[in-house]
């Protein structure tokens, strides 16, 4: 009986270093994928992580092409400014001007009537 319970024992022990070994070779296979998977993931990371930073220097110079653009802007108004104010004052002095000058010729010919008018009446 001793003998056939050895036999007995010993053939399921080979049976389970048998199954221990497939696990072990499952588990192995299984480790692999995940190395694989893991890989890939990191390198979506990396991936991902390169993008981010792109993005952020694209925003850093998007936000000092704004600054130089502010400044530039801001430059162009202050030298438009004096100048336009000058056009405006020069354009509301010319009617002004042309005014004065009608004046001016009006005053010489009503002078220059007057002056007839005695001129005649000495003449006469």
Do not use: H
Not at 58 to 85: R, V
């Amino acid at each position: 009986l001793m003998g056939f319970e050895n036999n007995k024992s010993s053939t399921s022990e080979s049976t389970n270093r048998l199954v221990d070994y497939d696990v072990y070779l499952d588990v192995i296979d299984s480790i692999k994928e995940k190395d694989e998977q893991i890989k890939s993931l990191l390198e979506v990371q990396k991936q991902t992580q390169n993008l981010l930073d792109q993005q952020q220097r694209l925003a850093l110079q998007d936000k000092n092409l704004l600054e130089e653009y502010k400044i530039e802007n801001d430059s162009l108004k202050a030298l438009k400014m004096p100048s336009q104010e000058t056009e405006t004052k020069q354009l509301d002095n010319q009617p002004k001007d042309e005014l004065k000058a009608l004046k001016e010729q009006l005053e010489t010919l009503q002078e220059q009537k007057n002056a007839r008018k005695w001129w005649n009446l000495w003449r006469k």
